[in-house]
């Protein structure tokens, strides 16, 4: 077997916070909802051009505490300069750490339900003297 990349990941969530996963989602990571097929679950597929790469599930059961059932979720991303504005501009707050061995920029925000997410710029870079966002 050879891993070729992440095909998706699967969040769940309480049907309280769905619309407000789904929102910042589609506005910050400019992810669409798109095609479904029929399960018994309820939720979203959110997509980047045909793939398929967030699952995000209503989950109300008792058993379900905290706010993810993941700690984190890294995502492959260009254009460094507008994401942050974009992320500045919907008040979202951010922190931001640059690996220089592997020449990497992050950008870690926090979703509706509480997961973290990590933002991967290659190559690409910008001050890193004020260590967070807004």
């Known amino acids: 077997m050879i891993v070729t990349g992440l095909k998706h990941y699967t969040i769940r969530a309480s049907a309280e916070v769905i619309d407000q996963c789904v929102a910042f989602y589609t506005s910050i990571l400019n992810l669409r909802i798109g ?5 018994e679950t309820s939720g979203f ?3 980047t051009g045909d793939q398929p790469v967030l699952h995000v599930l209503i989950d109300d059961e008792p058993e379900f505490h905290g706010p993810s059932v993941l700690g984190s979720i890294a995502f492959g991303c260009v ?3 507008v994401t942050i504005q974009r992320l500045e501009d919907l008040e979202i707050d951010y922190t931001k750490n640059y690996l220089a061995d592997i020449d990497q ?16 710029f290659d190559c690409e870079k910008i001050d890193t003297t004020d260590q967070s966002g807004t």
Do not use: K
Not at 35 to 39: I, T, Y
Not at 105 to 120: K, M, R, S, W, Y
């Open 45 to 47: 597929w959110l997509y």
């Open 105 to 120: 920029f992050q950008l870690f925000v926090t979703d509706p339900a509480g997961l973290t997410i990590e933002l991967n």
């Open 79 to 81: 254009n460094l300069p």
């Open 35 to 39: 095609f479904r097929p029929p399960l």
